[in-house]
């Protein structure tokens, strides 16, 4: 994720795997196009092998690629969230005053790589309801300065900086 619009009033995040999503499609069209060209000349059992490796890419899209927006709208007192994939949209809305925060949280999991926890954003309510996740994966630390903050620390900093009013 990545804030795209940041003015006093108004806070906006998206995440847009665009480049994902086309090479998932990509692959599944080929695979498809490959199993009817197989089907038609007669190689049943391969064009049956490039159906299934070309179903299972399409699952893959479905469950890896979401675009989400999260809006933080001081003017209308709005939390909104907006999360697109292939199986359609999910769209959620809270008063922006019940966020305490965002934050990156670690994986229960405690998965390491190299000393740095997998995370994923999540928001935290003052009303004492159970986080709610941005992100439905874990993401994979980057290769960055083991003493430095991570994108997504660095994004939650921001957002809550922005939360507390300060520019």
């Known amino acids: 994720m990545k804030i795209v619009e940041k ?14 999503a086309i090479l998932f499609l990509a692959i599944t069209v080929t695979m498809l196009a490959a199993a009817l060209d197989k089907q038609r000349h007669g190689a049943s059992n391969e064009a049956g092998v490039l159906f299934l490796v070309g179903l299972a890419v399409l699952i893959g899209g ?10 933080l709208d001081r003017t209308t ?3 909104t969230y907006s999360r697109f994939t292939l199986r359609g949209w999910q769209h959620r809305d809270w008063a922006l005053a019940d966020l305490a925060a965002i934050r990156a949280a ?3 999991a405690e998965k390491i790589a190299e000393g740095r926890p ?11 309801e159970p986080p709610f996740p941005l992100q439905t994966a874990y993401q994979r630390p980057s290769r960055a300065a083991s003493g430095s903050k991570s994108p997504l620390e660095t994004l939650a900093s921001s957002v809550n900086s922005w939360l507390n009013g300060k520019r």
């Open 7 to 20: 003015t006093p009033a108004k806070l906006r995040l998206s995440a847009s795997p665009w480049l994902m």
């Open 62 to 71: 479905l469950v890896f690629c979401a675009f989400v927006r999260l809006t």
């Open 77 to 79: 007192g709005r939390l």
């Open 106 to 108: 670690t994986d229960p």
């Open 118 to 128: 997998y995370r994923r954003l999540e928001l935290v309510w003052k009303t004492g």
